[in-house]
């Protein structure tokens, strides 16, 4: 895992409550523990622990509303300056001192009638530029402290396993249709992603080796091509499977039976879907047209898998 470029903003309010659904109110200082701020009715063993709004945000909704808002008034723990966390993503981070934030949300459903803002304006800011954070380590917080923020890249590696493409005798088009796959996917997202490409020869200690080294080096998804059938070259099920810590069966199995059911060839597919370490892997077929398949369907399902393979299900 590697974070982008830092950008520094400052802690202009810290506000609390001691019931939900509440605004809150500014204080001079707080701590933070593993489970949010000590004292605020949001803290709690969950993935909302602690509320990041933009000033910026706030002189916005104030000018198109006519009205002024006061830090707390949307319910927000953290009123930041400088900082434009409508670019912030799933799974980066910020740093207050000592303390370690990651995003584990953006935005939030409207309470609607619950919330007195709506009630009075017909709409509300927090719940289109707000986002929402757990602890990674705790501290102490007080106004006018340097709030940074750490994008993180997400790795995605595209591998494709032919030793005919390895040689320079056949052309790769499964592994750059994977990758385009993958940037259409993350074009709709706020993620910031590396994607890199690779070919090896149908060889399972070479895979074995670029699957380990994506597991130490924190790589967040790993999707192979090629060596899915029963050919005596075609291993790439074989290792994953050995490396797997979880296995994750669903998918496969439901895009073999959709396209098995007007190619059974497709049935002779041996794909499969795992997690090693941290790391999200799929092995697809060797062909364009069925990377096509496959990833209509991954897709569907990838930003969930992303999140609770990082230990985040917000259900």
């Known amino acids: 895992m590697k974070n982008a470029p830092p950008t520094e903003g400052q802690v202009v309010s810290l506000n609390i409550s001691k019931e939900k659904g509440a ?13 949010g701020i000590a004292g605020d009715a949001h803290a709690g063993v969950w993935h909302r622990q602690i509320s990041l709004l933009a000033i910026e945000s706030v002189k916005r909704f ?82 006018g402290d340097a709030i940074v923020y750490h994008p993180r890249y997400l790795e995605c590696r595209v591998i ?18 994977i990758q385009k796959h993958l940037h259409d996917f993350f074009k709709k997202t706020r993620w910031h992603p590396r994607i890199t ?27 192979t091509t090629g060596g899915t059938g029963i050919g005596p070259r075609d291993i790439t099920p074989d290792v994953v499977t050995a490396l797997a810590d979880k296995l994750i069966p669903g998918i496969m199995e439901y895009i073999r039976v959709a396209c098995g059911a007007t190619k059974p060839n497709a049935l002779l597919s041996r794909s499969v879907a795992a997690v090693i370490g941290g790391t999200l892997v799929y092995t697809l ?12 369907e991954i897709i569907k399902t990838l930003e969930h898998a992303l999140l609770m393979a990082h230990g985040l299900d917000a259900h």
């Open 23 to 35: 605004s809150k109110k500014p204080v001079n200082e707080v701590e933070v523990t593993m489970t």
């Open 62 to 143: 104030s000018d198109a509303s006519g009205r002024a808002f006061g830090y707390g008034d949307f319910a927000e723990n953290i009123t930041t300056d400088g900082i434009n966390l409508l670019d912030a993503a799933m799974l980066d981070r910020f740093t207050i001192g000592d303390v370690e934030l990651e995003v584990t949300q953006l935005g939030k459903k409207c309470h609607g009638d619950g919330c007195a803002i709506y009630q009075e304006v017909g709409r509300c800011v927090m719940p289109r530029e707000g986002i929402f954070c757990r602890v990674l380590r705790g501290g102490n917080i007080k106004p």
């Open 160 to 177: 494709t396993l032919s030793d005919r493409a390895h040689q320079g005798a056949y052309e790769d088009l499964s592994g750059p249709r």
């Open 197 to 223: 490409g690779n070919i090896l020869p149908d060889d399972a200690a070479l895979l074995r080796q670029a699957l380990d080294a994506a597991k130490d080096e924190r790589v967040d998804i790993v999707i």
């Open 285 to 296: 077929p060797g062909s364009a047209k069925a990377v096509d398949e496959y990833m209509s």
